[in-house]
């Protein structure tokens, strides 16, 4: 695979620093709050995020009044919140993505749609493994469907 012309295995940093991914697993610390979550994950990206800052990613994601609350005590459906406001937190250009909607209602399935949207407007790529037709809109889409 290659990355702006050269080799992922030969960039490191150069690469990684570029990418953002969100499986099935939401990548986030149970004992921390939803803010410390990203703002721990900005840092080991070498990004700086304020209290502010991350405040308003937990609204964007409908999770204003759980900002501060540990993970573990949030439901399947709010920790994957907290790990979509880590995905547009994260300012990188590629975002691998497998079963973005996985444990989410309508509102935040509609939720992932305008990240992505907002994402591909913005110059960015998405790349995403899903059994549900994300209805994206938005950019250069390109869809391969596998048959089993």
């Keep these: 695979m290659r990355w702006r012309g050269e080799r992922i295995n030969t960039l490191g940093d150069e690469y990684f620093s570029d990418v ?76 691998l993505l497998d079963e973005i909607t996985t444990s989410l209602d309508r509102k935040a399935v509609g939720l992932v749609r305008s990240l992505i949207q907002e994402h591909l407007s913005n110059g960015g790529i998405a790349i995403a493994a899903t059994h549900q037709d994300l209805e994206l809109t938005t950019g250069n889409i390109q869809r391969l469907e596998l048959a089993t």
């Excluded at 964007?60 to 995905?87: H, I, N």
């Design 20 to 95: 953002t991914y969100l499986g099935h697993r939401n990548g986030v610390k149970d004992e921390l709050s939803g803010i410390e979550n990203l703002r721990i994950s900005c840092g080991l990206n070498g990004l700086s995020l304020s209290n502010d800052e991350a405040r308003k990613l937990m609204d964007r994601v409908g999770l204003s009044d759980r900002d501060s609350v540990p993970t573990r005590l949030l439901s399947e459906g709010q920790r994957r919140r907290v790990a979509l406001a880590r995905l547009a937190a994260g300012r990188t250009t590629l975002w």
